[in-house]
């Protein structure tokens, strides 16, 4: 009878450690794809665009405007289309988005209601947690790391 308590007592022990150990990975690998809450981007320091959204993006080739845009990015969109736009695959590489100012429209469209297909959500809608000045800060971010 011992040796049973013995045995039973040691493989609840190892049980014990291997659900703990699954528990701690899992939460390892959901921290390296970061939080997936949207990140607040500070835009005090551009041109305030109010409440009319733009069609062209305001902030072309605005040094400030790409710094804040590239810690934007990473922030808020790297999850799905990679650090520095490089995809890994679950969404497009936008370092192969059109730069014409008349594209500036449809990728402001894309990112303020998001994408859907057939009911299912390839991105979400960013209007209401980024700002206009944030989104325009990533496109013109986004402009610099074009590849073609």
Same mark, same amino acid.
């Not at 590239?70 to 808020?76: C, L």
């Given at each position: ?56 993006? =305001? ?41 014409? =100012? ?21 991105? =979400? ?24």
């Amino acid at each position: 009878m011992h040796n049973y308590k013995e045995t039973l007592a040691r493989g609840l022990r190892v049980g014990a450690f291997t659900a703990a150990f699954a528990c701690a990975a899992a939460a390892g690998v959901a921290h390296a794809h970061g939080d997936v809450t949207p990140q607040a981007v500070d835009t005090s320091s551009l041109k305030q665009l109010g409440a009319e959204w733009q069609t062209v993006n =305001p902030y072309r080739d605005n040094k400030e405007a790409i710094r804040i845009g590239d810690s934007a990015f990473n922030q808020n969109c790297a999850r799905c289309h990679g650090l520095g736009a490089v995809s890994g695959g679950i969404a497009p590489d936008l370092r192969l988005l059109d730069l014409e =100012p008349e594209t500036d429209e449809y990728f402001i469209g894309r990112v303020r209601k998001g994408v859907t297909r057939n009911g299912a959500v390839y991105m =979400p809608p960013f209007e209401g947690t980024l700002s206009q000045e944030a989104m325009w800060a990533i496109r013109a971010w986004l402009e610099t790391v074009r590849e073609k």
